[in-house]
T-cell receptor, first 115, second 113 residues
């Protein structure tokens, strides 16, 4: 049973437009969420996170929104740039309360930003 | 600050052979993780260490996989004997105790033929 789901395997957007990547989760005990970005032949790199006590966190061009009632989060990238082309993973720590422990990842969404 | 180091970057072996991977975490990071990422999937935890003790190895196939972190710094992951389905990228990550943010190494791509 997948606890973190990314239902869109790929997304293509034009440079300068908004990219919206979606993530759903099934475990209501999750209290922290992270987004990672992965380029080919590299390890995932941390991008942005959000605690369950918030509904929005912003860092430059990247904003994560959390809708706890819908068990849904999304990552917005505005404006999108060709260098943003990568695979994006949504993740949640498997241990609760302490917001740490092994990360449970979705399958990822491959974002392509076209010039 | 140096990141998480892993070696080798690539390895090709035949089934039933053995292989070992090495990881050096970020200095000061007491928690170390090994993940397996199969093509088209997200990383999945194999084992978690805190210092030199095992925190979680519930998803490690212990009949063929082993891992150690003897001095609480470097770690090695071994597969013996390898199967075709072990073909994957093996990622090492580290974090500060209590922090949910994990920092990943570049991974080792293993191909079992």
């Amino acid at each position: 049973d997948q606890q973190v789901k990314q239902n869109s395997p790929s997304l293509s957007v034009q440079e300068g437009r908004i990219s919206i990547l979606n993530c759903d989760y099934t475990n209501s005990m999750f209290d922290y969420f992270l987004w990672y970005k992965k380029y080919p032949a590299e390890g995932p790199t941390f991008l942005i996170s959000i605690s369950s006590i918030k509904d929005k966190n912003e860092d430059g061009r990247f904003t994560v929104f959390l809708n706890k009632s819908a068990k849904h989060l999304s990552l917005h990238i505005v404006p999108s740039q060709p260098g943003d082309s990568a695979v994006y993973f949504c993740a949640a720590p498997g241990q609760y309360g302490g917001s740490q422990g092994n990360l449970i990842f979705g399958k990822g969404t491959k974002l392509s930003v076209k010039p | 600050e140096a990141g998480v180091a892993q070696s080798p970057r690539y390895k090709i072996i035949e089934k039933r052979q053995s292989v070992a991977f090495w990881c050096n975490p970020i200095s000061g990071h007491a928690t170390l993780y090994w993940y397996q990422q199969i093509l088209g999937q997200g990383p999945k935890l194999l084992i978690q260490f805190q210092n030199n003790g095992v925190v979680d190895d519930s998803q490690l196939p212990k009949d063929r996989f082993s891992a150690e972190r003897l001095k609480g710094v470097d770690s090695t992951l071994k597969i013996q004997p390898a199967k075709l389905e072990d073909s994957a990228v093996y990622l090492c990550a580290s974090s500060l105790v209590g922090s949910p943010e994990q920092y990943f190494g570049p991974g080792t791509r293993l191909t079992v033929t």
